[in-house]
C-alpha cells in the first residue's frame, strides 16, 4: 500500500497564527481528509492528494504568512532516535561566540561562525581558527557562559521527554565543545553526547582542539553507529539541526529537521521549519500537544 502525502503546517506557538481555514488554503482541492488539530492555532494536519506539490511559489507565499509548511508521507512516522545539533538547535546561543566575547574577540569570532555554518568556510579550519583567538582563556569561564549566557531553546525539554517516554534513545552531536555538551545533555535528559574536546593546560584553553575534529562526517558517523548498535535503519532516525555541518546527517535521516537553518542549508532539506520551536519535531512525528510529558 503506498503512503498518501501528509501536508503538516506549523507556526509559531506564541502567536496560534493558524485558522480552521488555513489547510483548505494551503492545500486546495488537494485536501482529501479532516484536518487533525495537534495544536489548536499553531499546528495541523491532513492527508493531500499526490497533485499537490511543495514547490518554491508555494512555501514561500505561507513563509511570508507565518506558516511553515511540510510535505511528507503518511504513514508510521514516530522514530526511534533522535540526533540533535547542540548550538542554535537546543540552546539558543554559540558557544563559541560566548567564549569569544569574553576574550575580547568576540565580533572577529561571529564572522567565521556566521559564514562556516553556512558552508561557506572548512568546517575545520574555521574552528582552529576560532579555537586559536581563545588561546590563554581561563577555563572557568565557561561556567560562567553556561551560568550566565546559555539558555535552551525553546520546546527541548518536551521533545526529549516525550521522546523518552516513547522508548526513544537521544544523541546530542555537535561541532562544539565537550565541555558544554556534557551539561547540555545532562540538563535535557540525553543519553550520550559527542562533541570537539579543547585543549587544556594549567587553567587555561590553549588555543588548540584534540584530534579529531568533530565536523559534518562525525555527526553521519554517529548516525551510522547509533543506529546500527541499536540494531535501527536510517529511517528511524529523526536528526535536526541548523548549521552546514548538519547536513550530512540530516539528509541521512529518516526525518531531517532543518530548524531555523542558514540558508544554505535550508535549500538543501527539505523539511524547514522557521517559525515553529522544538516542539515542532514532535508535530512532525504526528505527536499532538496532549501527548507531550513535561518534565
Known amino acids: 500500500m503506498v503512503a498518501v502525502p501528509l501536508l503538516t503546517l506549523l507556526s509559531d506557538p506564541s502567536a496560534r497564527d493558524l485558522a480552521v481555514t488555513t489547510p483548505y488554503e494551503v492545500g486546495g482541492a488537494a485536501v482529501s481528509g479532516e484536518p487533525r488539530w495537534l495544536r489548536p492555532g499553531s499546528a495541523v494536519q491532513v492527508t493531500v492528494g499526490p497533485q499537490l506539490r511543495l514547490d518554491e511559489d508555494l512555501w514561500s507565499t505561507w513563509q511570508g504568512r507565518g506558516v511553515d509548511v511540510v510535505l511528507q508521507p503518511d504513514g508510521p512516522r514516530r522514530r526511534r532516535v533522535l540526533l540533535a545539533d547542540m548550538d542554535s538547535t537546543m540552546i539558543e546561543q554559540e558557544c563559541i561566540d560566548e567564549l569569544a566575547a ?11 561562525t556566521a559564514r562556516a555554518m553556512n558552508g561557506e568556510l572548512d568546517f575545520a579550519g574555521a574552528l582552529h581558527e576560532r579555537v586559536g583567538l581563545l588561546g590563554g582563556l581561563p577555563v572557568g569561564v565557561v561556567d560562567r557562559v553556561l551560568a550566565e549566557r ?10 526529549l521527554a516525550t521522546m523518552a517516554a516513547a522508548g ?8 562544539g565543545f565537550t565541555l558544554f555538551t556534557r551539561v547540555v545533555a545532562e540538563r535535557l535528559g540525553f ?13 587555561r584553553l590553549t588555543g588548540q582542539v584534540v584530534l579529531p ?11 551510522q553507529e547509533i543506529s546500527a548498535r541499536l ?11 541548523d548549521g552546514a555541518n548538519d547536513l550530512p546527517m540530516l539528509q ?14 535550508a535549500r538543501q532539506v ?15 512525528q504526528g505527536y499532538a500537544e496532549d501527548e507531550f510529558v513535561r518534565p
Request: net charge negative; glycine share 16%.
Open 102 to 112: 569574553h576574550a575580547g574577540v568576540g565580533e572577529q569570532v561571529a564572522g567565521i
Open 213 to 223: 575534529v568533530v565536523g559534518q562526517e562525525a555527526k553521519l558517523r554517529a548516525l
Open 231 to 241: 540494531g535501527l535503519g536510517h529511517e528511524d532516525v529523526v536528526a535536526v539541526g
Open 150 to 159: 546559555i539558555t535552551l531553546m525553546p520546546g527541548g525539554p518536551e521533545l
Open 270 to 284: 527539505p523539511v524547514r521549519v522557521n517559525h515553529g520551536d522544538l516542539t515542532a519535531v514532535l508535530y512532525l
Open 252 to 265: 541521512a535521516a529518516g526525518l531531517g529537521v532543518a530548524l531555523h537553518a542558514k540558508p544554505a542549508v
Open 168 to 175: 526513544g534513545y537521544a544523541a546530542l552531536v555537535s561541532g
Open 191 to 203: 543519553d550520550e553526547h559527542r562533541a570537539n574536546t579543547l585543549e587544556v593546560e594549567d587553567g
